[in-house]
């Protein structure tokens, strides 16, 4: 039996290293949608629980890896619009018991 041998142009050669690395490249980008989608669920999940705090840094790690998603930079503007209304009360508060504490003149 004659074992048949096939030799590939420059071009054929050419067109396989194209391909892969193509699609190297649409395998990178589709962990990184990925991630980035992994990262919103638990920030997501931790904002509906009611841990915003827990939930900052996934949802800032998601932003970072894709930017330009409306819904990931909705959900992170909400987390910081809760958590900086929560750090401005504490201060209320806190400025509060202080006053509370001054003697009266």
């Known amino acids: 039996m004659k074992k048949e041998s096939y030799d590939l142009s420059l071009m054929q050669k050419a067109l396989i290293v194209v391909f892969a690395l193509l699609s190297a490249y649409l395998i990178y980008t589709l962990i990184n949608y990925w991630n980035a989608d992994r990262y919103y669920y638990y920030g997501l999940n931790y904002d509906q629980a009611g841990s915003y705090q827990n939930a ?50």
């Open 56 to 105: 900052y840094p996934f949802l800032k790690q998601a932003v970072a890896e894709r930017p330009s998603e409306p819904t990931f930079l909705d959900e992170f503007a909400y987390n910081n619009a809760v958590l900086g209304a929560s750090i401005l009360a504490q201060q209320a508060s806190n400025r509060m018991r202080r006053a509370n504490k001054l003697p009266n003149s």
